[in-house]
Every structure is written in structure tokens, then in C-alpha cells.
């Protein structure tokens, strides 16, 4: 019994001691891009192009952006960013 009293102190300091040494050996390597084109729009309509991951460009109809969500659990919150409010980010919130 008094061998196992002096072998657990043993195991558990060299186990500290290791863990105290250690060092992060993991690496990230990336390839390619973070985001996706960005959109623009097309002077004179009410749509907007965007390049999704194929290259295909898509249209999104944005008419009815001053029109407020009919839905009585939803509301529309617009964030402009520019002074020109040209630019505008709407963000739909649920209760």
C-alpha cells in the first residue's frame, strides 16, 4: 500500500509536467475567397444582381421596400449606409 501512495504522486507530476510543456501544434491553411461577389443594381429598373456560386447571376425584386410586412408578428427594420440612402440593409424581425 505504501508503494501505490508514492506512485500516484509520480504519475500525476509527470502528467502535470508534460502538460506544462505542451505547445499548440494545429494549423489552418486556407484557399480561396471569404465572400461572394457583391451586388449591384441595375439603373432604372427595380432589381438587383447578384453572382451566386455557379457564376449565375440572379434578380431580386425590391419594389416594395417602403411598404411595411402585412404579418402582425414581423416587423421590416431598415439601416441605411450611406447619407444618401442609396444603400440599405433590411432586416426582418420576428416576435
Known sequence: ???MRCVIPVILLSFIV???TAKPTAQIHFMGSVVEAGCWNDVG???IQCHNKQG???YI???N???PISSPHATVKRD???EDKQLTVLRIVYD
Open 1 to 3: 500500500m505504501k508503494s
Open 80 to 82: 441605411y449606409l450611406d
Open 56 to 58: 449565375v447571376e440572379r
Open 65 to 67: 421596400i417602403i411598404t
Open 61 to 63: 425584386i425590391v419594389e
Open 45 to 47: 429598373t427595380l432589381k
Open 18 to 20: 508534460h502538460e506544462g
